[in-house]
């Protein structure tokens, strides 16, 4: 089966700009799920879709990131306007369904987008 | 606030070893806890344990949950240089709602 899809690899953009990531999950997977990783640290969980509908977007920071999931499928990720902390890897993660035992994988992950703030 | 922590961050052993790695945590409503080996990209899944005293096992990896104490370990037997990578831990807490991840062990393995 083919994994997630993330574009673009890598993106370089000055602090104030605009910046958006774009995530296709594994089909048929109805969860979704866009975390942040900082260098030297795990990945932190910024919001997860249920299909279309937000499950939870407690750590995102919502003055500036911004996120969608139109139709159930494919999801972006906007930064508006970027700041220089917002320097991670966007990581992209799907699964079956809610919560890790509903599959014997949990989560796959895509292979992140690097983000460099100027 | 959940919160999970791993020990060593950082780990240098020779081919041939043992490690053991450690994750301990504090989170509202646990359901799961996860290993995953990250090495330049994604994180890939290793094992999901739910209950406490049961070992997972694949291969020279071996992992083991105690829900009482809220730790986990995980071990590896007769490292080779492959298993160079970053071990994340992860907890899925509040009923699937979140997935908190610890900061790693970069285990380095050389020849």
């Known amino acids: 089966e083919a994994g997630v899809a993330q574009s673009p690899r890598y993106k370089i953009i000055e602090k104030r700009q605009s910046v958006a990531f774009w995530c296709n999950p594994i089909?048929?997977?109805?969860?979704l799920y866009w975390y942040q990783q900082i260098l030297g640290q795990g990945p932190k969980l910024l919001i997860q879709?249920?299909?279309?509908?937000?499950?939870?977007d407690s750590q995102l920071p919502k003055d500036r990131f911004s996120a969608e999931r139109l139709k159930g499928v494919d999801s972006t990720l906007k930064i508006q306007p970027a700041k220089l902390e917002d320097s991670a890897v966007y990581l992209c993660?799907?699964?079956?369904?809610?919560?890790?035992?509903?599959?014997?994988?949990?989560?796959?992950f895509g292979d992140g987008t690097r983000l460099s703030i100027l | 606030e959940d919160k999970v922590v791993q020990s060593p961050l950082s780990l240098v052993v020779h081919e041939g070893d043992t490690v053991t790695l450690n994750c301990s945590y504090e989170?509202?409503?646990?359901?799961?806890l996860l290993w995953y080996k990250q090495e330049k990209k994604a994180p890939t899944f290793l094992f999901m344990l739910?209950?406490?005293?049961i070992e997972k096992k694949s291969g020279r990896l071996s992992s083991i949950l105690d829900k009482k104490e809220l730790f986990s370990i995980l071990n590896i037997t007769a490292t080779q240089t492959g298993d160079s990578a970053i071990y994340l831990c992860a907890v899925e807490a509040n009923y699937g709602q979140n997935f908190v991840f610890g900061p790693g062990t970069r285990l380095s393995v050389l020849p």
């Open positions: 739910t209950s406490s005293g």
């Open positions: 993660a799907s699964s079956l369904g809610r919560g890790a035992i509903y599959s014997n994988q949990p989560q796959h």
């Open positions: 089909s048929g997977h109805a969860t």
């Open positions: 989170v509202t409503n646990f359901r799961s």
């Open positions: 879709f249920q299909n279309n509908g937000v499950v939870d």
